[in-house]
Each structure stands twice: as C-alpha cells, then as structure tokens.
C-alpha cells in the first residue's frame, strides 16, 4: 500500500486569505492561480501499513511528526482512510525544492504530492474534483495545484464543501509564454503562519468585509484577461489583489507584516519598470519573496532589475506547470 507522485506549487494571482469553515478549508471567495513547473517540486510517497503505530512526516530527512507539524498532513490522511474505509496509520516521505513554511508555497505542492500518493497507495479512483477536495483538507492553496495552467479554486457554496474545489482556467499550452519569476529574499521559516494569520484577520479586520466584497470582480478581471492574454490588465488586477492582501493582513490586529524592506524595493522598482507600461506584475504570499509574472520577452530585463537589488540571493524563472503526477520510484 505505497504510491509516490510529483506535485508543484502555484503562486495566486487572485489571492485566498481567510476561511468561512477552518475544518473543511472552505474560502470566503474565489481566487486565480499559475501553476508552477517543476523547478520547485515536491516529491511524496505514502506508504499505509500496520508496521507503523503513528503517522510519520519526514521532509529533506527532518522527523515532522508531531501534532503541531502535522496539522495539515494528519486531517488529509485521515479524510483519505475515511473515504477508504481503514484505519491504517501512514508514513509519509517527501522531498521538497520548496523551502518549508517559508512563503513560497510550499505546503501547496507538499499536500497535493502527499494526496495523489496516498490515492494510489490505496488504489483508488478518485476524480480531479475529488482529488481537488482531497488536497484541500490539508491546505487550500493546495487545491489548485491539481491542475497546470490556470486555475480556479471556486469558493462553492455547499456547507459540506463537496463544491468548493478547483476547475482548470486554461491548460499549460494555453499561454505557452507567460512566467512566474521567483525572487528568493529569505528561506526562513514565516512567525505567523497562513492558517493562524489568516483566521485573526477575518475576526479583526476592519477592512476585510470590503476585500470579501471586491473579490468577485477581480477575479471576473483576472479570469477574463488570461482567456484574452491581456497582459497589463492582468497584471495590474494582480499586484492591485497582492497590496490588498497585504493591507488586510497590517490591518490585523495584532498586525501581521510579511512585507519586509527588500520587498518594498521590489514593489518600486517595478513601478518604475513599467513607467510606460505594464510588463511586470509582482505578487507576495505570506512572506517577503516577490513573485513577478511576466511573459518570456521581459524575462532578462527584470532579471536585471532583480539583480540590482542586493538582498535578493535567487532568481528561478518558471514556465506553467502541467500538474501533478504519479512516479513510480518510491522514497520509502
Ligand atoms: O493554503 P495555505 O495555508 O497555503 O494558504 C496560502 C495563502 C496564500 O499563499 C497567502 C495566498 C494564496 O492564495 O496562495
């Protein structure tokens, strides 16, 4: 009862930042996503056996294993052995280019990997929908990743959740020039992380009722621009949603601040880049590393506009993603 899959991250162009139900992961409004290629992957196998008395999480050779590290991984084992029909505890292995809670999307590609795997290792035939459902008990974002391309976590509207999951914008070849470039400024790991960030700021900010509210239409913006491949007006509907975002979060109370000054140098110097034009969009997650779409002709001249600024110590330039996908060579 062992299976092994690959699974990439997808950076939000419409981002997800709070829930309406913290059990089932369901978010208070839709949002867009780029699935990354596999430069950043993570690879998962899940073995379910009674030789193992606990759950077990190993990432990069490190022991994840207690409740607290657990707390995305256990609910979707337990989900996937409800669905089953067993009680056999897992062993989980990944290896991950993703540095761990460090904003990056990491827990994206970590929980598809880890749903797919433990899908094949109980041999069942699960839907994408299904599939989508599955990764989204362990982290949202990670719904998305069950397509390349452009996707749509649809927030749905069923108390049980059976439809809020992920539907698929347009595929891989769709935009076959559009990047995500990944600037690396920090690989520690975030204090405040997404899941308690984001509950504090829908019961403390002021701001948020109208975030809920804008939503949909930026997503209507966003959607209607990648069919179209607009690029400036998805760009600008995407770093507009990025600085909302961060407005929510320093409206928190306690506030919660991801932005540090590398960032903010990013934020200008993309402005200024795109002083006759938008080429460049950035976007941040809950973290400091800027993210910038773009489409191939502009790679080298943001490149070299990174490059100016000091702290950044990685530049990764990714093309779409095709999604995950199940491997044969097992890491147990
Ligand atoms: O599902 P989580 O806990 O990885 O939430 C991630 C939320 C953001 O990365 C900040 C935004 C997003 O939509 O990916």
């Known amino acids: ?15 997800y930042w709070g829930k309406r139900n913290e059990k089932l992961i369901l978010p208070t409004g839709n949002n867009i996503s780029f699935t990354l290629d596999e430069q950043l992957a993570t690879k998962s196998t899940v073995e379910f056996s009674e030789k193992y ?5 190993w990432i990069n050779g490190k022991n994840y294993s207690n409740p607290e ?31 761990v809670a460090g904003g990056l999307a990491g827990s994206a590609s970590g929980l598809c990997a880890q749903a797919l795997a433990a899908a094949k290792a109980l041999n069942l035939r699960v839907s994408k929908k299904q599939l989508s459902i599955i990764c989204r008990i362990g982290s949202g974002s990670a719904c998305r990743s069950v397509y390349g391309g452009f996707v749509e976590w649809e ?10 999951h992920a539907i698929q914008i347009a595929d891989e070849n769709h935009w076959p ?27 403390t900010s002021v701001l948020y009722p109208k975030r809920i509210e804008y939503l949909p239409l930026a997503a209507n913006i966003v959607r209607n621009a990648i069919l179209k491949k607009d690029l400036p007006t998805l760009l600008e509907a995407t770093m507009r949603d990025s600085n909302n ?4 979060m320093l409206d928190t109370w ?9 960032s903010k140098q990013v934020i200008n110097s993309i402005h200024d880049f795109n002083s006759e034009g938008i080429k460049a969009g950035y976007s941040f997650d809950a973290g400091p590393n800027p993210t910038i779409f773009t489409v191939e002709k502009h790679v080298n001249e943001i490149k070299n506009v990174l490059k100016e600024i000091e702290r950044i110590k ?17 890491l147990i």
């Open 155 to 164: 927030k749905g509207e069923s108390p049980d959740g059976s439809d809020s």
């Open 314 to 330: 990685d530049i990764i330039v990714s093309k779409s993603g095709k999604g995950p996908r199940i491997v044969e060579d097992h």
């Open 1 to 15: 009862m062992k299976g092994t899959a690959i699974a990439t991250p997808n950076i939000a162009l419409i981002k």
């Open 254 to 262: 306690p506030p919660i601040i991801y932005l540090n000054d590398v």
């Open 69 to 99: 590290q657990m707390k995305k991984s256990k609910p979707q084992l337990d989900f996937i052995r409800e669905i089953a029909g067993i009680n056999t505890k897992a062993k989980v292995v990944a290896e991950s280019l993703v540095p």
């Open 177 to 203: 020039e559009f990047r995500c470039i990944i600037a690396i400024v920090e690989k520690k790991e975030k204090k405040v992380k997404s899941r308690a960030g984001m509950k504090k700021t829908v019961e």
């Open 53 to 57: 008395k606990q759950d077990e999480l």
């Open 245 to 248: 975002m961060h407005s929510v």
